[in-house]
């Protein structure tokens, strides 16, 4: 059985939670890549990794790499868009940490050269991933729950507001949409039959002028409606909510959830548990190879489309 050759971009946290989780069958953790020598051969020898490379570059050049994770840290996600070309063009499958791009411009760009390549392209984003989601859509497609009505998709995180912090810097793709805010319309985008257009928005800006809260309302052709609701300067619990006519999912900590309960409108109560919270990444891992393989449709790629699409919608809204 072919074993598909891993090598990590960029050596922030995310990555370590990657190199330490990293459990799979399919594949090896084969390579790491820093701007530096010195920290991809540290990072190579804690995770017990065979390859350090001191430049991208370098490591896309190893023909025995098959599939690249870009993990370059938030701060600089305005050049994922810039990574995810050049992997693809070394002919390298890419799974690229979210945002995966800036806006759709970039992400169309890339999804046609993945495309003229014959590769997968694909975000590590953990709810398009979870087998609690996939658990929740086979329960939804019964239609035991009716139609879908109404989604509440909160995520708040306090910041330290200092201007020079990455999550205030405009140099840096600061505030709180890039960042929490491809979560909650992830998880409102994985539920609506269909793409929503941005029917209202307003934010409030941080003194930098990025976003440091907002509120927006989406609306699709089927008149299913869900609120975002994104704050960088207070806390929420990340409690999802998604809302039919014979009751309702409540998912709490819905960005790596393994557990929903559903009310019915008699006030019966069901729990679905399916997956790991623990094993997130992991799973983000094992569908990248099916993808590969042919063994499943890369439909979270088209999800991740329409959310930066809805991204994009929602700066339009700002800009007025």
């Keep these: 059985m072919k074993k ?41 020898q804690r995770y017990h990794i065979p390859k350090a490379y001191g430049s991208y570059q370098e490591m896309l050049n190893d023909q025995e790499i098959d599939i690249i994770y870009i993990a370059v840290p938030n701060r600089q996600h305005s050049q994922h868009s810039q990574h995810i ?20 411009k970039e992400l169309t760009e890339a999804m046609k050269l993945a495309e003229e390549k014959n590769l997968v392209l694909a975000e590590a984003m953990t709810i398009f991933n979870m087998p609690l989601y996939q658990q929740l859509r086979s329960l939804i497609d019964t239609n035991k729950l009716g139609a879908l009505k109404m989604i509440q998709a909160p995520f708040g995180s306090y910041k330290d507001p200092d201007p ?50 907002s509120v927006t309302i989406l609306r699709n052709k089927e008149n299913e409606l869900a609120t975002i609701s994104l704050t960088f300067q207070a806390k929420m619990p990340k409690v999802g909510i998604v809302a039919f006519e ?18 019915f409108n008699d006030g019966t109560k069901e729990w679905i548990e399916s997956g790991s919270t623990a094993q997130a990444m992991n799973y983000e891992i094992e569908n990248m190879v099916k993808t590969i393989k042919g063994e499943l449709p890369n439909r979270s790629l088209f999800l991740t489309h329409d959310v930066i699409e809805i991204l994009d919608g929602m700066q339009k809204l700002w800009q007025k």
Aim: net charge negative.
């Design 164 to 213: 020079t912090n990455r999550f205030f810097n405009p140099e840096l793709a600061g505030g709180a949409l890039l960042d929490i805010g491809t979560y909650a319309v992830s998880f409102a985008r994985f539920f609506l039959s269909s793409q929503p257009e941005v029917i209202a928005s307003t934010m409030v800006p941080f003194e930098t002028g990025v976003d440091e809260q």
């Design 246 to 263: 014979e009751g309702y999912i409540t998912i709490t900590d819905y960005p790596r959830a393994d557990r929903a309960e559903i009310i």
């Design 85 to 104: 070309m050049e992997a693809l063009a070394a002919n390298k499958h890419v799974l690229c940490e979210k945002a995966i791009t800036m806006n759709k």
């Design 4 to 44: 598909y050759q891993w090598g990590i971009i960029g050596l922030g946290n995310i990555a370590h939670e990657f190199a330490e989780h990293f459990d799979q069958e399919t594949s090896e953790l084969a390579a790491v890549a820093s701007r530096t020598i010195d920290k991809a051969e540290a990072f190579a």
